[in-house]
């Protein structure tokens, strides 16, 4: 083979028109000749695991991961932190596996998306190619929803929907709350993450009250009359906590929380009653994350996909996967995410690398801690219908389960959370 040295090769370049790919951000994310360029914004368990997914199956591709976080705290498993049964820091992951497998992971926030030219722009204005792009950026709240509350508000009357700083502030709350004190939790109207996750926590909660502060109470003011798992967390409530916990439908209090005030540390439902919270816990309704917006991937609250591979609605090149995406009867989860990880990444290598397609299949399972080795799951599977998503096999845990049992789904929620980390930040 004739060697082309460098500079006949830019005379050779400019005679046929070809270019070099300006990213904007530095040598580090020049693209080269060749390759597909795969941008993710999101690194939980949707954009990790797709990252993942491509460059182990496809090393030949260009995958660059743009999270803002250098270190995820998961959003699940969160509650059991706050129960006392995980560290802080064992819910917590670096990068570093997915770098070494050489995945540009950039700690920036993504700004914009230019979908015409095939960009997306940092907040520090850099800006970089695609050819296609997965938006995985969980979720953002609808702070107006309650009136007087706020991002700001929320450094005092915490969400902890998003894991790290706010789970801390929550469990600091729970550590220094006065025994015989009143806990009280604004759960969220669905849709939103995690169907389970606020009766999971509030189980989790009420141990820790059980456990450290005798005498107190938790009240939990819903705006739904049915959540998921509904019968199990009502049997766990009073077999374990039933002088705890008070579930208060939105019968009896016209819809739920409707206003907080920040400073007199109190909430007021629908119906007018005012309640005064030592702690308070409010979780806002919810929408896609903003960038998703942004991209145009969202109609109303939500970003609607084809059940196929995943691929928004509404914008070529573009697939939105976890929370941010709308899949109707499939819940939005941490194993929704990485199965549709799955789907996506194999999509994305059959255009750009012409690797064989495959039937879109799904799954998902959520567990739920209730006590001390008791757990129950609920889940199913799904296919892919002309125009959504149809639901197979669904599974639910059955109230009066063994211990035995219950301890076996406990066990196997634990084996499941190292297996999905270990997928997200490739850490064996």
Same mark, same amino acid.
């Given at each position: ?277 030592? *702690? %308070? &816990?409010? $979780?806002? /309704?919810?929408?896609? @994350? =903003?960038?998703?917006?942004? +991209? ?5 609250? !939500? ?40 789907? *996506? %990444? &194999?999509? $994305?290598? /059959?255009?750009?690398? @012409? =690797?064989?397609?495959?039937? +879109? ?5 959520? !567990? ?42 406990? &066990? ?17």
């Amino acid at each position: 083979m004739t060697r082309i040295d460098r500079r006949k090769f830019v005379q050779l370049a400019a005679s046929v028109g070809v270019s070099a790919v300006a990213t904007g951000v530095g040598s580090s994310f020049a693209i080269a000749e060749g390759k597909g360029k795969v941008v993710i914004i999101g690194g939980g368990a949707g954009g990790a695991s797709v990252a993942h997914y491509l460059k182990k199956s496809a090393p030949q591709l260009d995958v660059t991961l743009i999270e803002i976080q250098a270190k995820y705290t998961t959003c699940f498993f969160s509650n059991l932190y706050l129960g006392g049964f995980r560290t802080l820091d064992s819910i917590t992951h670096d990068y570093e596996g997915l770098k070494k497998l050489g995945i540009k992971v950039v700690s920036e926030l993504a700004t914009g998306v230019d979908t015409a030219k095939k960009q997306v722009t940092l907040k520090t204005g850099d800006k970089i190619s695609y050819d296609k792009l997965v938006l995985s950026p969980g979720i953002d709240f609808k702070y107006d929803a309650i009136e007087g509350y706020s991002a700001e508000a929320a450094k005092t009357m915490p969400h902890a929907w998003k894991a790290g700083v706010q789970t801390q502030i929550l469990k600091t709350q729970l550590k220094e709350m006065k025994a015989g004190g009143t806990v009280v939790m604004a759960a969220p109207p669905n849709p939103f993450r995690c169907p389970p996750g606020p009766y999971e926590r509030a189980s989790m909660i009420a141990h820790y009250l059980q456990k450290h502060k005798p005498g107190s109470k938790l009240m939990i003011f819903d705006p739904k009359e049915k959540f998921s798992k509904m019968a199990l967390f009502q049997e766990g409530w009073l077999d374990y906590y039933q002088d705890i916990i008070e579930w208060v439908s939105p019968e009896f209090t016209d819809g739920g929380v409707k206003k907080v005030d920040v400073s007199a540390m109190t909430v007021t439902t629908g119906d007018g009653e005012v309640t005064k919270a030592d *702690v %308070a &816990n409010i $979780i806002p /309704a919810q929408k896609a @994350g =903003k960038i998703a917006h942004i +991209a145009g991937c969202a109609k109303g609250d !939500w970003c609607p996909i084809n059940p196929k591979d995943f691929s928004s609605a509404l914008q070529k090149d573009v697939y939105v996967i976890g929370d941010s995406s709308i899949a109707k009867t499939m819940p939005k989860s941490a194993f929704s995410a990485n199965s549709q990880a799955r789907v *996506v %990444a &194999n999509a $994305i290598q /059959a255009e750009l690398v @012409g =690797k064989r397609k495959f039937p +879109a299949r799904y799954r998902n399972t959520c !567990w739920s801690m209730i006590s001390v080795d008791n757990s129950v799951k609920v889940g199913a599977n799904y296919t892919a219908g002309p125009d959504s998503l149809v639901t197979k096999d669904k599974f639910i845990s059955k109230t009066g389960e063994t211990d035995e049992l219950r301890k076996k789904t406990f &066990n196997e929620s634990l084996s499941w959370y190292d297996s999905i980390t270990n997928e997200m930040f490739v850490k064996s």
